[in-house]
């Protein structure tokens, strides 16, 4: 991985520190997985549109019903299809099936505590 720096990065390192080499393997043993990464990413996709925030919102209460969540979206079915699935597909809800009807909820309490702390930060800049 070392090999991979650019070279002003690696002349930017040699004029800052003494073992230069050594710092830099330090500094690879910080970069984050990929794969932690990626799931990050897919959360925040996630999170980034407000139909997906409001279904979390609504399922804060409790499960509810596929045809529930559309009424509360107002929104057509397929519409609420996709953003269910997007949530469904980062880990944010679960699904129970019941006869013909699908019911969701919640998937990790953490969720909900990422959306209060986006609230939280959201008033400290006003």
């Known amino acids: 991985m070392a090999d ?5 990065t690696r002349q930017t390192l040699d004029r800052l520190y003494d073992d230069s080499e050594e710092r830099l393997t330090s500094l690879f043993e910080l970069t984050p997985d990929d794969g ?5 990413r897919a959360v925040f996709k ?3 549109n407000e139909h997906r ?3 979390l919102e609504a399922l804060r209460e409790g499960e509810l019903c596929a045809c529930e969540l559309q009424a509360i979206l107002d929104a057509p079915q397929s519409t609420v299809g ?3 699935r997007e949530l469904k597909d980062a880990g944010l809800v679960k ?3 019941q006869g013909k009807w ?3 909820r919640i998937g990790d ?3 909900l505590q990422l959306l209060d702390i986006a609230v939280a930060l959201g008033r400290e800049t006003e």
């Open 46 to 48: 996630a999170l980034s």
């Open 82 to 84: 996709s953003h269910l």
């Open 36 to 40: 932690e990464i990626e799931t990050t």
């Open 95 to 97: 699904t129970r099936r």
């Open 102 to 104: 699908t019911y969701y």
């Open 53 to 55: 925030i409001r279904v």
């Open 4 to 8: 991979s720096v650019s070279e002003s």
């Open 109 to 111: 309490t953490a969720v």
